[in-house]
Structures are given as C-alpha cells and as structure tokens.
C-alpha cells in the first residue's frame, strides 16, 4: 500500500540521517537536526488548523512560547521530571488556546487571522512583563536537558525528539483522515454548508484550534529542554510567519508537504550561513519562487491525491478499499 510504503521511508530515512548525525559528532549539526524535527511538529500542529480546517492563525508561536515557558518553570521550579512536563505544557497550551480562542470561534477568513495576531500578541506581552514569574526579558536559564541512559544529553534530546516527532506526526495523521477530518475540510470549504449540514461549526473550530495549540506546546517543551534557555523574543509574530510559511511552501492540507517545507526553511538558513546576511536574500527568493511557480505547494494535497488515485488504478483497486492516507 502506497501510505505504509511512504510511512516506511519516512522512519528509514529519518534513521538513516540520526545515525549520519551520529557518526559525525557535530555538536551544531545534531542541534539543527533538533530544531527542525521541533519544527516539524510546528508545521504538522499549523497544517492541521490552517490546511485542514482551513483557519489562518498568527498566533501560533504563542502557544509555542506558552509550552516553552510552561514546562521550563515547571522544571525549574517544581523539579517535575521531563516525561511530565512534556505533556503537561501541551495540556497548559491547550487550555490557553481554548480559553483565549472562544470569543474568536464565529469569526471567518482575515478576521479570525487578525484575533490570533492580538492573542498571539498579548501573550508575548504576558511573557515578556511577568517578571515574577516569567523572569521577563532575562528569561529562563537552567533547563533541565533530556537524558537518556548511556546517551549524552545532544544525543539524547534528537532520540526523544525524534520519538516525539513521529508519534505526533501519526496522530495528527489519524485525525484529519477520518470522519471528524473530514468535518474539518467542509469546514475549510463552506463553513455556512457545514453549518447547514448539522456540524456544530464553532465547536469543531474550538476543538481543532485547541489540538493545534497541544502540539505546539509539546513542541514549546521539547524546544526548551533542548535549547536550555527560552526567552520571549524568541516566540513573537516572526516564529508564527515563519511556521506558517513552511506549511504553505510545503503545501496546504498535506502533512508530508508541512515535513518538506520545516525542513527546507529550517536547514537552507544554516547551510547558506556562510553567506552572512545575504543568506536571508536566496531564502525570500525561495519563498517567492514557491508561491510564484507552485501556488498549491511543494507537496499539495491535490497533488498527492492525484498521485494515489493514479497508483490505486495502476493496481486495479477502488479508493473506497482502502483507508484514506497522507
């Protein structure tokens, strides 16, 4: 089947590379990997609320930051072990995404994208001015790292991660190729039709936005045990632009297109590094070209329907046999 063959060279060659980190022993090298598996989530947790459900958010770093801080002060200050916080910060991120999204769940199109840039914003403000409890502008120094028996803390914190990734990668992938997925795409299409066909649209919206904002506060979290530090410059309108650009040079509604474009605008910055601030030139010339040339993304979801449609008929088999896939 098309899907478990995917599936598969996913895991192997995501093996492969860890393995290639491994013989390398580059310290810089093991932490990009880190920061683009971190990434990966991101772009997989955005997909599923703008591609899916077809819901713009600016806010998503926010629930980022808000994972981040919540299980490095959980960490520092409660001593709770990382297999805890991890899960913890992303309930934390949920429940903020749920209580500071309700009164945006009947807003459509530009209008809801503009609330998640002033939620998005206000939390900023929160982190940067609680300096009680956030430490403020000084951050959070000091995180616990991720430890494995017998693994240094780098190689440690890109096998967790790594876990973490794929776990969260197939979760996400049995929710938006199922019923409730599919409530999600008219969602996306004609929320009005949606509405009319019985789905209780601002629910699903509230439900979706909060799933989003679970993963990118497990992302948040795993971000802040690797790194060590966490500031709030470090989750502001900028992190959101950019995860949401990566879901659209990837391609929207594919989770396989969010993959490609975490990786490409996570790893084409650092290996353009020696090219100094130019570097930032050749990315927006990417980014250009991509939505210029491929408007529907490296890897859409039109695209990859048409691709399975075309192996399904080569073997002679129905659609509707077969479970709904990436």
Known sequence: MLTANLNRLLVTG????????VAMQSSYLNQVAIITMIFVILAASMNLIAGSAGLLSLGHAAFFGVGAYA?????????WPVVVTVPVAGVIAAAIGAVVAIPTMRLISIYFAVATLGIGEMIYVVLLNWV?????????????GIALPGLSSTLS??????????????????????????????????????????????RLKLESFSISCYFAGVAGALFAHTTGYIGPESFRLMESILILSMVVVGGLGSIYGSIIGAVLLSVLPEALRQLGSYRMI??????FCSILFLPKGLVGEVSALRLIRAQLRRRGTRPNDLHPVW
Request: charged content about 15%; aromatic content about 4%.
């Open 71 to 79: 299980s490095a002060l959980l960490s520092t200050r409660a001593d």
């Open 157 to 202: 914190g890109m096998v967790v991660v790594a876990a973490v990734m794929l776990v969260s990668l197939w979760v996400m992938h049995r929710i938006t190729h199922s019923y409730y997925g599919n409530a999600l795409r008219a969602l996306r299409e004609d929320d009005a039709c949606a509405d009319a066909m019985g789905i209780d649209v601002p």
């Open 282 to 287: 050749v990315v927006g010339a990417v980014l």
């Open 132 to 144: 009680d409890l956030t430490r403020g502008p000084m951050g959070i120094r000091g995180i616990p």
């Open 14 to 21: 995501l093996m492969l590379v860890l393995g290639a980190l």
